[in-house]
């Protein structure tokens, strides 16, 4: 069995930073693309905050360039999100999604079970 775990919501308060932490644990045999989505209040769809390869390329949405890094570390199967300058727009769920080949099947998409940043303005 496979699972992406999330860590590092919370409040906060609007210009603060949070960083968010995502463990994919199981038998995995390999780790493609790793990225955090977001799920706003009142919206169906989960959109893309931010993604990383396994070779460190990196692709972000508009909203959050310059204020969001996102990184892994390959070896201990995490990605992190580290959130800086935060607006109460960034207020979502946070979901964790990697390209994972797990040891008994094809690569696909999991997802973690999201953590909820909540920003005051």
């Known amino acids: 069995q496979v699972q992406l775990v999330e860590s590092g919501g919370g409040l906060v308060q609007a210009g603060g930073s949070l960083r968010l932490t995502c463990v994919a644990s199981?038998?995995?045999?390999?780790?493609?693309?790793m990225g955090w989505y977001r799920q706003a209040p009142g919206n169906s769809e989960r959109a893309l905050v931010a993604s990383i390869t396994s070779g460190g390329s990196t692709n972000y949405a508009d909203s959050v360039k310059g204020r969001f890094t996102i990184s892994r570390d390959n070896a201990k199967k995490m990605v992190f999100l580290q959130m800086n300058s935060l607006k109460a727009e960034d207020t979502a769920v946070y979901y964790c999604?990697?390209?994972?080949?797990?040891?008994?099947?094809?690569?696909?998409?999991?997802w973690g079970q999201g953590t909820q940043v909540t920003v005051s303005s």
């Open positions: 999604n990697a390209y994972l080949r797990p040891a008994w099947d094809t690569m696909r998409s999991y």
């Open positions: 199981g038998s995995i045999f390999s780790i493609g693309s």
